[in-house]
C-alpha cells in the first residue's frame, strides 16, 4: 500500500513538472557475460549532464527533447564506449561494455580511468576485484579486506589480521554488506583471513565519510560489496589450487539470456597438509565457504536475486590420556551464513525499487568434553547474532538534475550473548542456561543527489533511526551532506558532513578476530554509540595519464564508544570455585563507555587502468580516547593511532603472458601497554608462598612498539591452454624478512654456566618470516 | 577453567612460532618505559598484636638484575609510621626479608585516626602513603554460615553471610583461617589462609551480605598437645585503598590464564611507589 502511494506521488511529479522532456533509461552489461555493471558513468556531452548505474547496472536520465545525442559510457576496468541515440521520445536501451582486456571494434574508443572530481561523493574508494587478484598476498590468499588495508585512512590490525580500522574507528564500526545482508564475523583462521571469496565478487566499494542516508548502523565506514549474478550466455568455470586452501567457481545460465547461477566455494586443507609431518598431533583446523546465486529476469520491468552465503570454521583438539582411560575433545566452531531474497522493479522509466528480505545469522560454540569410565563432562558455550530484515528502496531519477533515493529498513536482531550447557554424567549435573535480547532496528531514509550545474553538485539526505530494546528507545535524526564543486575541467573541492549512530556493539578484547567476539545490543546502560565526521578534500584528474589525486582532511567525533574495563575477561562465563554454580556475567559490567576524536590527513594517487596500475596512499592521522574507568580517566591514543602510514601498490604487465606486482607498507608502531615493572605480592593474606606476579602498568598505551613495514612481490605467470587459461603465480609475503611486531615479551636473561641471572630485556616478537608461495588458476 | 586451556592451545599454537630466535629480536628502544619504584603493602588494624610493612623487589620491564643486592641491603631501608602525636621506626626482620615490623603496644593504631607511612628504601628511593581506620566493627554475633552445593559431600563448603552496617559507605573482606588453637594458652597455628574475597555493599545497606565464593570449614575437633583444628571466620570492614587493591588481585588472579584479558592495572596509593597502605577492623569467631 506504502510503495503504491510512493509510486503515485512519483507518476505525478514527473508528469506535472518535466514535459516536453524524453526519458533515456536501461542496463548496462558486460559484454558476454551480460553481468550487470555498477556505478557506470553515463555521460550526455552536448547537454553537460551525468548520471551513473546503480547496484543493479540501472541507469536513468531525463533531458530536453533532441533530434540526436551522444552517450558515453565510462567505467574503470572498461573500455570507453559511446553511443549515439535519437532523443525524440523515452528510450530504453541495453548497453554492452567489453573488459579492456580484450580486443575490440566498432563504437570503442579508448580506456579511460573513471574521474573523482566529477563525483559529488568524497571519501569513497573503489577496489576493482580484478586489482584484488593482482595483488601480493600471504599464502597467496587473495583477500578483499587485506587489500582495502592499503588504502589512506585505513589500518590494520595485528599482523596479517583481516579487520579494518577505518579513521580512528574500530572493527565494530563497520558495516560489511554482501548483496544487502550485513557480514557480522568477516574472519576465517581466526581473523588471518577474510570469508570475502574474491572469485564470487563483482564490486567492493568503502566509503569512510560523508556517508550517504542510505546507509546507517555504523559509524566509521561501509563495505559494500555485490556478489557476481553468473554469466547468462555460457558456462564458465574458475579453479584454484593453493598452499593453504583450493577453490572452484562455476556460472552459467539457467536460461540463456535470461537466467543465470553462480556458485563459488572453498576449502582449507592445511590440517590435512600438516598433520602427517607432525605425527598425527595436528588438531583439525579449515574453513570452508560457499556463495551462491540465482536469478532471473521476468521480462522487462521485473528482475529476481537470490544469493547466499555460507562459511564456518572449526578448530578442534582431540587427545587420550596416555593409558587411554581419559578421552578430551576442545574446540570451537563459528560461521556466518546469510541468505538475501531481491526483488528489482521497473514502475516507470524513472522510478526503480528494490526489496530485499534478508537472513543472516553468525553464531559461535565452544566446547570441552571430557570423557572418563567414570562419565562425561561436557561445558559448552554458545553466543550469536541473527537477524531479518526486511528492506525496500526507491531510486526515483526525475531530471538529470536529481536523482532521489529513499527506503526504509526493518531488521529484527535476535542476540544470544551466552548460551551454556555443562552437563556431568558423573554427578548426574544437566545444567542448561541460555538469555538472549530482542531487539527492533528501523530507518526511513531521502537522499537526493543535486547537480544544481557544471560546477556545483551535492547529495544531501537524511535518515531517522530508531532502535528497541525491552522497554528502552532510542531514535535519531542523521543529516548527511556531502558536495562538490568544481574549479576546472578537472579540478574539484569537496566537503562531506555525517552523523552516524551505532546501536549495537561488538565486544572484543583481543583485536586478533577472534570468534569470541560478541554483538551485543545498546540497553538503557549502554548508550548508543554516535560521531559526527566532517571532511573536506580536493580531487584532481589528471585524464591524459590516467591518474587521480584525491587529498582529504577529516575530523570526526565519537561519543559513547565502548571498551573492556581493566582486567576485563571476554568469555562471559566465570564458573568460579564451584563447578555446579553456573552463573554469568553481565556483559554491561565488563564493559565502559567514553568518546573518542580522530582527525587526520589522507592522500591518494591511484590508477586503475593501463600497464602499470596501482595506487600511492599516505595518512596522517592522530587518534584520542577518553574513559573515565580507563586510565584514570585521562586521555590515551588507542592501539590503532598510527601517526604516519604509508602503502604503494603497483601492478605492471609485462607482457601478455606475465604480471609483476608489489606491495610495500610503511606505519608507525602501534601504542601498547606494556608493564614497566613487576613483583610478587602476597596481599593481606600475608601467606607469602601464596604472592601472586603483578605487573605494574604505567599510562595506556604509553610504549610505541617499532614501525611496521613490509615489501611484497608477486609473479604471475598467463598461459592459454586448449580449454582455458591457467596462471601459475609466485610470490613472497613479506620479502625482506622483517620482524615486525605481533606482541612484547619481558624476559630476564641467565647464564647456565655461571648460573647468574642476567638484565632484564624486553623482546619484539615476530609472527611471520619471509613466507614463499605458489598457487595455479585455471579459468575455462 | 578448562575451556581456557583451549584458547591457550590456540595461542601457543600461534605464538610458537614468534619464539624462534629468527622471529624475535631484543627492543633497544630509549623510550621504553620502565620503573625500579618501591613496591610496599602494609595493613593497619586496631586488632593487631604487630603491625608489618613490607617491601617487595621491584622488577623494572628492562635493567639489570639486582636480586643479590636488594636481599643484602633491603633491611636498611628507613620505614616509619606516624599519626598526629608520634612517629616511629619499624624494625626490619631478617628473614623474610623486606618485612618490618612494630609491636602494637610501641604504636597503637586507632579506629577512625589516619595514618602515614614513609619510606626511604636503601637506595635512597622514597615512598610515602595514608590511610584512615574505618570507625565501625562488623557485628560477628550477626553472622552466619551457608552450606553451598559440593561435589564432594564428605568435604562441605560454606558461604559466610553477615549484617551491613547501616548508615555508611562499607567496603568488606573475609577471610577463613584453617588452623590449631590452643584454648587454654591463646596460641594459635595457621596451617593454611583461604585467601579473602571483598565485597563492597552497594545495593545492600542494612541488608545481609553473602559471600560470592564458597570456603571449606572444618567444626572444632580436638588435636594433639592440647590443641584444637578451627576454621576461624575473619570479617574485615576495611577502607577503600584495601578493597580496590584486593579487587585488583582478584580480577587479575581471575584473567591471569586468559591470555586474551585486558591488562589488569593494580590500584595503588602508595606516591613515589607500588602496593597499597590500608586499614581495617577486624571481627572474628570460630566455625
Same mark, same amino acid.
Given at each position: 500500500?506504502?510503495?503504491?502511494?510512493?509510486?503515485?506521488?512519483?507518476?505525478?511529479?514527473?508528469?506535472?513538472?518535466?514535459?516536453?522532456?524524453?526519458?533515456?533509461? *536501461?542496463?548496462?552489461?558486460?559484454?558476454?557475460?551480460?553481468?550487470?555493471?555498477?556505478?557506470?558513468?553515463?555521460?550526455?556531452?552536448?547537454?553537460?549532464?551525468?548520471?551513473?548505474?546503480?547496484?543493479?547496472?540501472?541507469?536513468?536520465?531525463?533531458?530536453?527533447?533532441?533530434?540526436?545525442?551522444?552517450?558515453?559510457?565510462?567505467?574503470?576496468?572498461?573500455?570507453?564506449?559511446?553511443?549515439?541515440?535519437?532523443?525524440?521520445?523515452?528510450?530504453?536501451?541495453?548497453?554492452?561494455?567489453?573488459?579492456?582486456?580484450?580486443?575490440?571494434?566498432?563504437?570503442?574508443?579508448?580506456?579511460?580511468?573513471?574521474?573523482?572530481?566529477?563525483?559529488?561523493?568524497?571519501?569513497?574508494?573503489?577496489?576493482?576485484?580484478?586489482?584484488?587478484?593482482?595483488?601480493?598476498?600471504?599464502?597467496?590468499?587473495?583477500?578483499?579486506?587485506?587489500?582495502?588495508?592499503?588504502?589512506?585512512?585505513?589500518?590494520?590490525?595485528?599482523?596479517?589480521?583481516?579487520?579494518?580500522?577505518?579513521?580512528?574507528?574500530?572493527?565494530?564500526?563497520?558495516?560489511?554488506?554482501?548483496?544487502?545482508?550485513?557480514?557480522?564475523?568477516?574472519?576465517?583462521?581466526?581473523?588471518?583471513?577474510?570469508?570475502?571469496?574474491?572469485?564470487?565478487?563483482?564490486?567492493?566499494?568503502?566509503?569512510?565519510?560523508?556517508?550517504?542516508?542510505?546507509?546507517?548502523?555504523?559509524?566509521?565506514?561501509?563495505?559494500?560489496?555485490?556478489?557476481?549474478?553468473?554469466?547468462?550466455?555460457?558456462?564458465?568455470?574458475?579453479?584454484?589450487?593453493?598452499?593453504?586452501?583450493?577453490?572452484?567457481?562455476?556460472?552459467?545460465?539457467?536460461?540463456?539470456?535470461?537466467?543465470?547461477?553462480?556458485? $563459488?566455494?572453498?576449502?582449507?586443507?592445511?590440517?590435512?597438509?600438516?598433520?602427517?609431518?607432525?605425527?598425527?598431533?595436528?588438531?583439525?583446523?579449515?574453513?570452508?565457504?560457499?556463495?551462491?546465486?540465482?536469478?532471473?529476469?521476468?521480462?522487462?520491468?521485473?528482475?529476481?536475486?537470490?544469493?547466499?552465503?555460507?562459511?564456518?570454521?572449526?578448530?578442534?583438539?582431540?587427545?587420550?590420556?596416555?593409558?587411554?582411560?581419559?578421552?578430551?575433545?576442545?574446540?570451537?566452531?563459528?560461521?556466518?551464513?546469510?541468505?538475501?531474497?531481491?526483488?528489482?522493479?521497473?514502475?516507470?522509466?524513472?522510478?526503480?525499487?528494490?526489496?530485499?528480505?534478508?537472513?543472516?545469522?553468525?553464531?559461535?560454540?565452544?566446547?570441552?568434553?571430557?570423557?572418563?569410565?567414570?562419565?562425561?563432562?561436557?561445558?559448552?558455550?554458545?553466543?550469536?547474532?541473527?537477524?531479518?530484515?526486511?528492506?525496500?528502496?526507491?531510486?526515483?531519477?526525475?531530471?538529470?538534475?536529481?536523482?532521489?533515493?529513499?527506503?526504509?529498513?526493518?531488521?529484527?536482531?535476535?542476540?544470544?550473548?551466552?548460551?551454556?550447557?555443562?552437563?556431568?554424567?558423573?554427578?548426574?549435573?544437566?545444567?542448561?542456561? $541460555?538469555?538472549?535480547?530482542?531487539?527492533?532496528?528501523?530507518?526511513?531514509?531521502?537522499?537526493?543527489?543535486?547537480?544544481?550545474?557544471?560546477?556545483?553538485?551535492?547529495?544531501?539526505?537524511?535518515?531517522?533511526?530508531?532502535?528497541?530494546?525491552?522497554?528502552?528507545?532510542?531514535?535519531?535524526?542523521?543529516?548527511?551532506?556531502? *558536495?562538490?564543486?568544481?574549479?576546472?575541467?578537472?579540478?574539484?573541492?569537496?566537503?562531506?558532513?555525517?552523523?552516524?549512530?551505532?546501536?549495537?556493539?561488538?565486544?572484543?578484547?583481543?583485536?586478533?578476530?577472534?570468534?569470541?567476539?560478541?554483538?551485543?545490543?545498546?540497553?538503557?546502560?549502554?548508550?548508543?554509540?554516535?560521531?559526527?565526521?566532517?571532511?573536506?578534500?580536493?580531487?584532481?584528474?589528471?585524464?591524459?595519464?590516467?591518474?587521480?589525486?584525491?587529498?582529504?582532511?577529516?575530523?570526526?567525533?565519537?561519543?559513547?564508544?565502548?571498551?573492556?574495563?581493566?582486567?576485563?575477561?571476554?568469555?562471559?562465563?566465570?564458573?568460579?570455585?564451584?563447578?555446579?554454580?553456573?552463573?554469568?556475567?553481565?556483559?554491561?559490567?565488563?564493559?565502559?563507555?567514553?568518546?573518542?576524536?580522530?582527525?587526520?590527513?589522507?592522500?591518494?594517487?591511484?590508477?586503475?587502468? *593501463?600497464?602499470?596500475?596501482?595506487?600511492?596512499?599516505?595518512?596522517?592521522?592522530?587518534?584520542?580516547?577518553?574513559?573515565?574507568?580507563?586510565?584514570?580517566?585521562?586521555?590515551?591514543?588507542?592501539?590503532?593511532?598510527?601517526?604516519?602510514?604509508?602503502?604503494?601498490?603497483?601492478?605492471?604487465?609485462?607482457?601478455?603472458?606475465?604480471?609483476?606486482?608489489?606491495?610495500?607498507?610503511?606505519?608507525?608502531?602501534?601504542?601498547?601497554?606494556?608493564?614497566?615493572?613487576?613483583?610478587?605480592?602476597? *596481599?593481606?593474606?600475608?601467606?607469602?608462598?601464596?604472592?601472586?606476579?603483578?605487573?605494574?602498568?604505567?599510562?595506556?598505551?604509553?610504549?610505541?612498539?617499532?614501525?611496521?613495514?613490509?615489501?611484497?612481490?608477486?609473479?604471475?605467470?598467463?598461459?592459454?591452454?586448449?580449454?582455458?587459461?591457467?596462471?601459475?603465480?609466485?610470490?613472497?609475503?613479506?620479502?625482506?624478512?622483517?620482524?615486525?611486531?605481533?606482541?612484547?615479551?619481558?624476559?630476564?636473561?641467565?647464564?647456565?654456566?655461571?648460573?647468574?641471572?642476567?638484565?632484564?630485556?624486553?623482546?619484539?616478537?615476530?609472527?611471520?618470516?619471509?613466507?614463499?608461495?605458489?598457487?595455479?588458476?585455471?579459468?575455462? | 577453567?578448562?575451556?581456557?586451556?583451549?584458547?591457550?592451545?590456540?595461542?601457543?599454537?600461534?605464538?610458537?612460532?614468534?619464539?624462534?630466535?629468527?622471529?624475535?629480536?631484543?627492543?633497544?628502544?630509549? @623510550?621504553?618505559?620502565?620503573?625500579?619504584?618501591?613496591?610496599?603493602?602494609?595493613?593497619?588494624?586496631?586488632?593487631?598484636?604487630?603491625?608489618?610493612?613490607?617491601?617487595?623487589?621491584?622488577?623494572?620491564?628492562?635493567?639489570?638484575? @639486582?636480586?643479590?643486592?636488594?636481599?643484602?641491603?633491603?633491611?636498611?631501608?628507613?620505614?616509619?609510621?606516624?599519626?598526629?602525636?608520634?612517629?616511629?621506626?619499624?624494625?626490619? &626482620?631478617?628473614?623474610?626479608?623486606?618485612?618490618?615490623?612494630?609491636?602494637?603496644?610501641?604504636?597503637?593504631?586507632?579506629?577512625?585516626?589516619?595514618?602515614?607511612?614513609?619510606?626511604?628504601? %636503601?637506595?635512597?628511593?622514597?615512598?610515602?602513603?595514608?590511610?584512615?581506620?574505618?570507625?565501625?566493627?562488623?557485628?560477628?554475633?550477626?553472622?552466619?554460615?551457608?552450606?553451598?552445593?559440593?561435589?564432594?559431600?564428605?568435604?562441605?563448603?560454606?558461604?559466610?553471610?553477615?549484617?551491613?552496617?547501616?548508615?555508611?559507605?562499607?567496603? %568488606?573482606?573475609?577471610?577463613?583461617?584453617?588452623?590449631?588453637?590452643?584454648?587454654?594458652?591463646?596460641?594459635?597455628?595457621?596451617?593454611?589462609?583461604?585467601?579473602?574475597?571483598?565485597?563492597?555493599?552497594?545495593?545492600? &545497606?542494612?541488608?545481609?551480605?553473602?559471600?560470592?565464593?564458597?570456603?571449606?570449614?572444618?567444626?572444632?575437633? @580436638?588435636?594433639?598437645?592440647?590443641?584444637?583444628?578451627?576454621?576461624?571466620?575473619?570479617?574485615?570492614?576495611?577502607?577503600?585503598?584495601?578493597?580496590? %587493591?584486593?579487587?585488583?588481585?582478584?580480577?587479575?588472579?581471575?584473567?591471569?590464564?586468559?591470555?586474551?584479558? &585486558?591488562?589488569?592495572?593494580?590500584?595503588?596509593?602508595?606516591?613515589?611507589?607500588?602496593?597499597?597502605?590500608?586499614?581495617?577492623?577486624?571481627?572474628?569467631? %570460630?566455625?
Amino acid at each position: 500500500m506504502r510503495s503504491s502511494l510512493l509510486f503515485l506521488f512519483f507518476i505525478t511529479l514527473s508528469l506535472v513538472g518535466f514535459a516536453q522532456k524524453v526519458t533515456i533509461s *536501461g542496463y548496462v552489461r558486460e559484454r558476454g557475460s551480460k553481468e550487470s555493471l555498477i556505478n557506470v558513468s553515463v555521460a550526455i556531452p552536448a547537454l553537460k549532464v551525468s548520471t551513473q548505474t546503480n547496484l543493479y547496472g540501472f541507469f536513468s536520465i531525463t533531458i530536453p527533447q533532441t533530434a540526436e545525442l551522444e552517450v558515453v559510457f565510462s567505467a574503470s576496468v572498461y573500455q570507453l564506449q559511446k553511443t549515439t541515440l535519437k532523443a525524440t521520445q523515452n528510450q530504453r536501451i541495453e548497453i554492452e561494455m567489453t573488459v579492456k582486456s580484450i580486443d575490440l571494434n566498432e563504437v570503442v574508443i579508448s580506456e579511460r580511468q573513471e574521474r573523482v572530481s566529477e563525483s559529488e561523493q568524497m571519501s569513497v574508494i573503489s577496489l576493482p576485484v580484478s586489482q584484488v587478484k593482482d595483488i601480493p598476498a600471504l599464502l597467496g590468499e587473495k583477500d578483499v579486506m587485506k587489500a582495502l588495508q592499503l588504502m589512506p585512512g585505513v589500518q590494520k590490525g595485528r599482523e596479517g589480521t583481516a579487520g579494518l580500522y577505518v579513521r580512528g574507528g574500530g572493527p565494530d564500526q563497520n558495516l560489511l554488506i554482501l548483496d544487502d545482508a550485513v557480514v557480522y564475523n568477516a574472519n576465517h583462521l581466526f581473523g588471518f583471513f577474510s570469508v570475502f571469496n574474491g572469485d564470487a565478487l563483482k564490486s567492493i566499494e568503502l566509503t569512510k565519510g560523508g556517508f550517504p542516508a542510505r546507509f546507517g548502523g555504523r559509524l566509521s565506514s561501509v563495505v559494500e560489496m555485490q556478489m557476481k549474478e553468473g554469466n547468462k550466455q555460457k558456462f564458465q568455470g574458475e579453479a584454484g589450487i593453493g598452499l593453504l586452501s583450493s577453490r572452484l567457481t562455476l556460472e552459467g545460465p539457467l536460461k540463456k539470456g535470461v537466467s543465470s547461477y553462480l556458485i $563459488s566455494a572453498r576449502r582449507s586443507y592445511a590440517d590435512v597438509v600438516l598433520r602427517p609431518l607432525s605425527g598425527g598431533s595436528f588438531p583439525t583446523l579449515y574453513f570452508y565457504d560457499l556463495n551462491t546465486k540465482v536469478n532471473y529476469e521476468f521480462g522487462q520491468k521485473n528482475r529476481l536475486y537470490l544469493s547466499g552465503y555460507f562459511g564456518r570454521d572449526v578448530f578442534d583438539f582431540r587427545e587420550k590420556s596416555f593409558d587411554r582411560s581419559r578421552e578430551s575433545n576442545n574446540g570451537f566452531s563459528w560461521g556466518n551464513t546469510t541468505t538475501t531474497l531481491r526483488w528489482n522493479h521497473l514502475f516507470s522509466e524513472k522510478v526503480f525499487n528494490n526489496t530485499s528480505l534478508i537472513f543472516t545469522n553468525y553464531n559461535f560454540k565452544v566446547y570441552n568434553e571430557e570423557t572418563t569410565n567414570r562419565g562425561t563432562y561436557l561445558l559448552q558455550y554458545s553466543s550469536g547474532i541473527r537477524d531479518f530484515t526486511f528492506k525496500s528502496d526507491f531510486d526515483f531519477l526525475p531530471s538529470a538534475q536529481h536523482s532521489i533515493r529513499t527506503g526504509l529498513i526493518l531488521t529484527a536482531h535476535r542476540f544470544t550473548p551466552s548460551a551454556i550447557v555443562l552437563k556431568d554424567t558423573r554427578i548426574d549435573l544437566n545444567n542448561t542456561k $541460555s538469555t538472549f535480547t530482542d531487539a527492533v532496528e528501523t530507518a526511513i531514509y531521502v537522499e537526493d543527489v543535486w547537480r544544481a550545474n557544471e560546477k556545483l553538485s551535492m547529495n544531501a539526505g537524511l535518515r531517522l533511526s530508531n532502535f528497541n530494546v525491552k522497554s528502552k528507545s532510542y531514535f535519531n535524526l542523521e543529516p548527511r551532506f556531502s *558536495g562538490s564543486y568544481k574549479i576546472n575541467e578537472d579540478l574539484a573541492i569537496k566537503a562531506s558532513y555525517a552523523r552516524m549512530n551505532q546501536y549495537i556493539h561488538l565486544l572484543s578484547n583481543s583485536g586478533l578476530g577472534l570468534p569470541t567476539d560478541l554483538w551485543v545490543p545498546a540497553t538503557d546502560r549502554i548508550a548508543p554509540q554516535t560521531s559526527e565526521q566532517f571532511a573536506i578534500g580536493i580531487a584532481k584528474d589528471f585524464t591524459k595519464k590516467n591518474l587521480s589525486l584525491t587529498v582529504e582532511g577529516f575530523y570526526k567525533n565519537m561519543n559513547n564508544i565502548i571498551d573492556y574495563k581493566e582486567g576485563a575477561n571476554f568469555l562471559l562465563l566465570d564458573l568460579g570455585p564451584d563447578a555446579q554454580k553456573l552463573s554469568e556475567i553481565d556483559w554491561q559490567d565488563n564493559v565502559t563507555s567514553g568518546k573518542g576524536r580522530a582527525y587526520g590527513i589522507e592522500v591518494m594517487l591511484q590508477r586503475k587502468v *593501463g600497464r602499470l596500475s596501482g595506487w600511492v596512499g599516505y595518512t596522517l592521522s592522530r587518534i584520542i580516547h577518553q574513559f573515565d574507568e580507563i586510565n584514570k580517566g585521562q586521555e590515551f591514543a588507542p592501539r590503532y593511532d598510527r601517526r604516519h602510514d604509508f602503502s604503494i601498490v603497483g601492478i605492471y604487465q609485462l607482457n601478455k603472458k606475465i604480471t609483476l606486482s608489489t606491495t610495500w607498507v610503511y606505519g608507525t608502531g602501534n601504542n601498547i601497554t606494556i608493564p614497566i615493572a613487576q613483583s610478587r605480592v602476597s *596481599g593481606y593474606s600475608n601467606d607469602f608462598n601464596r604472592s601472586t606476579k603483578v605487573q605494574y602498568y604505567g599510562q595506556r598505551n604509553a610504549f610505541q612498539a617499532a614501525p611496521y613495514h613490509r615489501l611484497d612481490v608477486a609473479v604471475k605467470f598467463y598461459k592459454q591452454k586448449k580449454r582455458g587459461e591457467r596462471t601459475w603465480e609466485v610470490g613472497v609475503y613479506n620479502a625482506y624478512n622483517r620482524i615486525n611486531p605481533f606482541y612484547y615479551q619481558s624476559r630476564q636473561d641467565y647464564d647456565f654456566t655461571t648460573q647468574t641471572s642476567g638484565d632484564t630485556k624486553l623482546y619484539r616478537r615476530g609472527l611471520f618470516p619471509a613466507v614463499p608461495s605458489v598457487s595455479y588458476n585455471f579459468k575455462f | 577453567m578448562k575451556i581456557r586451556l583451549l584458547l591457550l592451545l590456540f595461542l601457543n599454537f600461534l605464538i610458537s612460532g614468534c619464539e624462534g630466535g629468527f622471529l624475535s629480536v631484543e627492543e633497544k628502544s630509549v @623510550n621504553i618505559p620502565s620503573s625500579t619504584a618501591p613496591t610496599i603493602t602494609a595493613f593497619l588494624c586496631p586488632q593487631d598484636s604487630v603491625h608489618t610493612v613490607r617491601l617487595y623487589r621491584t622488577i623494572p620491564v628492562v635493567g639489570a638484575d @639486582n636480586l643479590r643486592e636488594w636481599n643484602a641491603n633491603v633491611g636498611k631501608g628507613v620505614v616509619t609510621l606516624s599519626d598526629e602525636i608520634q612517629t616511629v621506626t619499624l624494625q626490619p &626482620e631478617k628473614n623474610p626479608v623486606g618485612v618490618f615490623r612494630i609491636k602494637a603496644k610501641d604504636f597503637r593504631v586507632m579506629a577512625g585516626k589516619t595514618y602515614k607511612l614513609n619510606v626511604v628504601t %636503601y637506595d635512597g628511593q622514597k615512598a610515602e602513603a595514608t590511610c584512615t581506620i574505618p570507625l565501625s566493627k562488623i557485628d560477628i554475633r550477626k553472622a552466619n554460615t551457608k552450606l553451598a552445593n559440593s561435589a564432594d559431600p564428605s568435604d562441605p563448603i560454606y558461604f559466610v553471610t553477615w549484617i551491613d552496617i547501616a548508615n555508611e559507605q562499607n567496603y %568488606y573482606a573475609v577471610n577463613v583461617v584453617q588452623g590449631q588453637v590452643n584454648f587454654t594458652t591463646g596460641e594459635r597455628r595457621v596451617s593454611y589462609d583461604s585467601g579473602g574475597e571483598v565485597i563492597a555493599d552497594v545495593g545492600f &545497606e542494612g541488608k545481609e551480605l553473602i559471600t560470592k565464593r564458597s570456603f571449606l570449614m572444618q567444626k572444632r575437633r @580436638n588435636a594433639s598437645d592440647g590443641f584444637s583444628f578451627v576454621s576461624e571466620i575473619q570479617l574485615l570492614n576495611t577502607d577503600i585503598n584495601f578493597y580496590r %587493591y584486593h579487587k585488583d588481585l582478584e580480577i587479575l588472579q581471575i584473567s591471569d590464564d586468559n591470555p586474551l584479558s &585486558e591488562p589488569t592495572n593494580i590500584y595503588s596509593n602508595i606516591k613515589g611507589g607500588f602496593g597499597v597502605f590500608a586499614g581495617f577492623t577486624r571481627a572474628s569467631g %570460630y566455625f
